[in-house]
C-alpha cells in the first residue's frame, strides 16, 4: 500500500480501489475513522489503479443537513443506492464492513454463500457456521493464531463451477466478551479501535494475517463442516451430523439458496457429499479445538 498520506486521498477522492479475494473494491470516503481504518487492517492488500473496473462501489458519507454536525451521523452507499439507515457517526468504520457483507452476499452469486468462518489447511478447507454468539469468529481468530490460514470469518463462498471455497479474506469482527478474550490470547495481533453501543454491542475488528491476504488466490477442498458453540465450563464434545440435517442446516443459513434455485441446491449437495459435518461445544480451549480439527482433516482422505 502506498503512504498513508496518498492513501487517504485516494480514498476521500474515490481513486481508492482494493483487490479482495475475487472481488475489486472501490472505497471511498472522507471520514477520517474509516481512512484510518483501511490504512491499518487493508495495508496488505493489493491497490489497484484508479481505473479499475470495480465489483462494488461503497461509499461512506454524511447525511446532509443538522446531522452533519449534530449528533453526526453516517450513511452507507453502494453506487448511487443508500440500503440503510444512518448509524452514529462513531460506527462509520464498522458500518463499511457490514455494508460490504451486505453487498457480497447479495450481489455475488456466482458463488454459493454461507453465514460461516472457513480456514485452510493443507488444502483442505474447514467451514465454521453459526448464528451470531456462536463463537464462531472468537474460534476463527485463535485458530488463524494457529497455524491455519483464514478464507473468511464472515462469508463462505462456494464456486458453483468448481465446488472450492473461494478465499475473501478480511478483518476478523469480534464482539463484547470476545474482544478482551482475543486480545489477551493474542497481543501481538493487531485491532481496532474498540466501537460500543452498535446493535451487536461492543465490536472491533482484527487485522487479517499477511499470509492468509497474499495466498487469497488459493481455493481449498471443502472437507470439514464444523456447527461451533461455545459454553463456558463444558466439556469438549463433538457429534455426527447426518447428512440431511448439515444440508437443511446450511441452506438455512446461506444468504442465496433459494435465489439460485435448482443450482443452489445442486451446489450445496456437493458441498455436503464432499464434507463430514459435527456438531462442536467447547470452552474456550483454542489448542485442543485446532488439535482436534487438524485430526479430523489428517482423515480426510
Known amino acids: 500500500m502506498s503512504g498513508p498520506n496518498s492513501t487517504s486521498s485516494l480514498i476521500a477522492s474515490g481513486q481508492f480501489v482494493v483487490r479482495i479475494g475475487p ?18 487492517l487493508y495495508s496488505d492488500y493489493a491497490i489497484l489503479p484508479p481505473d479499475t473496473f470495480c465489483d462494488f462501489y461503497v461509499r461512506l458519507i454524511q447525511p446532509a443537513g443538522v446531522r452533519r454536525f449534530f449528533r453526526k451521523q453516517v450513511l452507507f452507499a453502494f453506487d448511487q443506492f443508500i440500503p440503510f439507515k444512518p448509524l ?30 472457513v480456514v485452510e489447511r493443507n488444502g ?14 472468537t474460534l476463527c481468530a485463535a485458530l488463524i493464531n494457529n497455524g491455519w490460514r ?14 472450492y471455497v ?23 495481533c493487531q485491532f481496532s479501535p474498540v466501537v460500543h453501543d452498535t446493535l451487536k454491542g461492543s465490536v472491533c475488528l482484527m487485522k487479517p494475517p499477511t499470509d492468509s491476504v ?9 472437507c470439514l463442516v464444523v456447527f461451533p458453540k461455545y459454553q463456558a465450563e463444558s466439556s469438549l464434545s463433538l457429534s455426527a451430523v447426518p447428512k440431511a440435517e448439515a444440508f437443511m442446516r446450511l441452506a438455512d443459513l446461506s444468504f442465496n439458496y433459494s435465489v439460485l434455485g435448482a443450482q443452489g441446491f445442486e451446489t450445496m449437495g456437493g458441498l455436503v457429499n464432499s464434507c463430514q459435518a459435527y456438531d462442536f461445544i467447547y470452552d474456550g480451549d483454542f489448542n485442543q479445538a485446532s488439535d482436534l480439527f487438524v485430526q479430523l482433516l489428517d482423515d480426510v482422505r
Do not use: M
Open 23 to 40: 472481488f475489486s473494491i472501490r472505497i471511498h470516503s472522507a471520514i477520517s475513522s474509516v481512512q484510518q481504518g483501511i490504512l491499518e
Open 88 to 117: 452514529p457517526y462513531a460506527q462509520a468504520f464498522p458500518f463499511f464492513e457490514w455494508g460490504l457483507n451486505w453487498c457480497i452476499s447479495g450481489y455475488s452469486h456466482r458463488f454459493l454463500i454461507v453465514h460461516a468462518a
Open 124 to 137: 483442505k478447507a474447514l467451514i465454521l457456521p453459526g448464528a451470531p454468539g456462536s463463537g464462531k469468529s
Open 150 to 163: 483464514l478464507l473468511s470469518d464472515e462469508l463462505t463462498l462456494v464456486d458453483r463451477a468448481t465446488g
Open 166 to 188: 473461494v478465499p475473501v479474506p478480511r478483518p476478523v469482527s469480534l464482539k463484547n466478551e470476545s474482544i478482551s478474550l482475543v486480545a489477551d490470547t493474542f497481543p501481538f
Open 214 to 222: 497474499s495466498a487469497a488466490d488459493q481455493t481449498a477442498l471443502p
